[in-house]
């Protein structure tokens, strides 16, 4: 950080003086901006729209529509292509992926404009007596990862219908009634939240739904599928629906078949609700189509590493993501901030709540995957000590408030950043979740044990048990939540912890009976982060990550490499003169810490060569908790499943 600022201001002083020559009261002034697009009336559109995808050219990966939408009138018409998505936070809908369109009716074609401002927005003129505009356009989905999130596989497809849909302005999207249909290669199995309607000559129709639960209701599909049902007998069954690059990594052992259906069963203990009729987990197992983790009411999207069931011990780090996406459907999709529910998917959403939505979604998928036994008690502690770990050493926090981080799926939206120590980056997720570890600690504490988290759980998300109607709630509707479960100034307690610069919130780890420190080796949960990531974690000693290449793909901000002047982006060629690879360099650090000679590492960054001298003997330091002596384990009662 201090190395860094003299440069910096140098900079902002060379801004201010060409702006000072350039002042002036002379030159343009603003045209006056296009008319604004209709805005989302609460009325029903009249007609169903009826939309068919041809999802069978996996080779190339494009999605070919086919949508017949009805129309009341002539007159100017406007089409939306879906902008903010839910679960995105962010105008995040792909719509440079939007190709083809053409517009016909009565057999003409139409001339269509795009709007100038928002290029979401497509206006055309309906001509008299035309009673359905006819629309055929492309998603063309990536086909190199550089282009975006892999979708299409010649082995599996994520079907998500906001980007193969256009919807009219000027209603709100629960108003709007769409018949969707698809066809998928032939053999292909699918899973989805939709109902099916009918089958015939290859195109599957599904029952007639809102354009939101259309949004809603994505699908998996591909050549080898399983389905595996999580809560036999249930009223509102709960099912798991696999695709996979390969048979053989489709098949699911009774530990962990047993391990997904407590799942279920301790979120029922949890809120004591449901918010679906039915819900389906869509799970990836890919190395090809890319991850995601995207929540909705009945279902949720969770494409992780092929190996997750055939590797079952070694990729337990990726096991708190079903606990988190299935958290959501309570979380996130059923009770919403208030400001970030939106009335369709073209108006901007505010994120100020994310520290709840996110915050204490990621709080519940941890602790739900330690009380199902996806994880052990020790992996959850793991999980709790990197997250302890990473805010204690997040120098962003010197200058940057928690609140301030839930604008960055808007600001940034997950493009890579150079500096995340520094910069913060939806930070909302894990310090949302050391807020919550506080929170629950502190009424498990004041209550003798009697209540905690999960009170305030129940109370806030177990209403309306049934319902997938969302309910919106405000800062003010959490604070009364949880005061009906412990009285406590709640308004302050959060509020410095989200507006305050002040230490990471660790006091929850404390409270809970244990102590933050650093060990030489990486801890059972850590190691398989490395493994299912396929990185060397050295962000607490050297304060790099790397990659399998050697690439740097986090240099902690003013950390020891970063000060020998590392940067991400750079590789590591070689350690001390020896060709790099991660063990070499661990040994590396080791050896360090008894000798006076720097860690001489040469980087290679563009066409440049360099050798940096780290003079780091501190060794090997990686997070754990240590149990401190006399004090209640409130974080093992926690972490223990219910009965
Ligand atoms: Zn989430």
Redesign the pocket.
């Known amino acids: 950080m201090r190395s860094a600022l003299p440069r910096l201001a140098a900079a902002f002083a060379c801004i201010f003086v060409i702006s000072d020559a350039a002042a002036q009261t002379d030159g343009p002034t603003p045209l006056p901006m296009p008319p604004p697009i209709p805005a989302p009336q609460d009325k029903p559109y009249p007609g169903t729209i009826k939309l068919s995808v041809d999802a069978t050219d996996t080779i190339r990966a494009i999605f070919r529509v086919h949508e017949t939408i009805p129309v009341a009138g002539p007159g100017p018409f406007t089409l939306l292509y879906p902008k903010w998505l839910p ?1 995105n936070h962010g105008p995040t809908g792909p719509i440079d992926k939007f190709a083809g369109l053409m517009i016909r009716a009565g057999g003409k074609t139409l001339a269509w404009t795009r709007d100038t401002v928002d290029v979401y927005a497509f206006h055309v003129d309906v001509p008299d007596g035309a009673k359905v505009l006819d629309l055929e356009f492309q998603f063309v989905s990536p086909v190199a990862s550089n282009e975006g999130r892999i979708v299409m596989t010649p082995d599996m497809l994520d079907l998500q219908w906001n980007a193969v849909a256009l919807y009219p302005a000027g209603y709100y999207s629960r108003q709007i009634m769409i018949e969707p249909s698809v066809r998928l290669p032939a053999g292909w199995q699918y899973g989805t939240a939709l109902e099916r309607a009918s089958e015939s000559g290859g195109v599957t129709t599904f029952k007639p739904v809102s354009f939101n639960t259309l949004v809603d209701s994505p699908m998996f599909a591909g050549r080898y599928f399983e389905r595996v049902d999580l809560d036999p007998g249930a009223k509102a069954p709960v099912h798991l629906d696999i695709v996979a690059d390969r048979p053989d990594e489709l098949g699911i052992t009774p530990a962990a078949l047993q391990a997904h259906r407590n799942l279920v069963q301790q979120a029922y203990k949890v809120f004591g609700s449901h918010h679906y009729d039915h819900y389906d987990f869509l799970l990836g197992l890919s190395d090809v189509m890319s991850s995601i ?1 995207l ?1 909705h009411h009945r279902s949720s999207e969770d494409a992780t590493v092929a190996k997750y069931f055939k590797d079952w011990d070694g990729t337990a780090a990726s096991r708190s993501l079903l606990s ?2 299935f ?2 459907s309570w979380n ?1 999709k059923f009770r919403r901030p208030a400001d970030l529910w939106t009335a369709n998917f073209n108006v901007p959403m505010r994120d100020s709540l994310l520290w709840v ?2 915050g204490q ?2 709080f519940w ?1 941890e602790v739900l995957a330690a009380r199902s036994g996806l994880w052990t008690k020790q992996q959850g502690l793991d999980a709790f000590a990197a997250d302890a770990a990473t805010y204690a050493n997040r120098i962003g926090r010197e200058w940057r408030p928690l609140q301030d981080t839930t604008n960055d799926p808007i600001a940034s939206q997950r493009r890579p950043i150079p500096w995340r120590s520094w910069q913060r980056s939806e930070d909302y ?1 894990f310090e949302g979740e050391l807020v919550w570890i506080d929170a629950d600690s502190l009424i498990r504490e004041k209550t003798g044990g009697a209540k905690s988290l999960d009170d305030f759980a129940r109370s806030f998300f177990g209403v309306d048990n049934g319902s997938y109607v969302t309910e919106t709630y405000t800062f003010d509707d959490v604070v009364h939540a949880l005061n009906a479960v412990l009285p406590y100034d709640w308004a302050t307690f959060l509020s410095t912890r989200l507006n305050d610069i002040r230490p990471a919130p660790l006091d929850g780890i404390t409270r809970g009976g244990y102590k933050l420190v650093y060990t030489d080796k990486p801890s059972d949960l850590g190691k398989s982060g490395e493994r299912v990531r396929k990185t060397t974690d050295l962000l607490f000693s050297l304060g790099v990550i790397i990659d399998r290449t050697g690439a740097l793909t986090e240099v902690m901000w003013d950390g020891p490499a970063f000060n020998a002047g590392a940067t991400v982006g750079a590789t590591i060629v070689a350690v001390n003169g020896v060709a790099y690879d991660g063990d070499l360099l661990k040994d590396a650090i080791t050896d360090a810490k008894s000798s006076a000679q720097p860690i001489q590492l040469l980087l290679k960054r563009g066409d440049r060569y360099e050798t940096i001298s780290i003079p780091y003997h501190g060794g090997l330091r990686y997070p754990d908790l240590e149990r401190l002596p006399d004090t209640p384990a409130l974080l093992d009662a926690l972490l223990a499943p219910k009965n």
């Open positions: 679960g983790g929540e988190h996406e958290t959501h996130g939505y996110e979604t990621t998928g997720y």
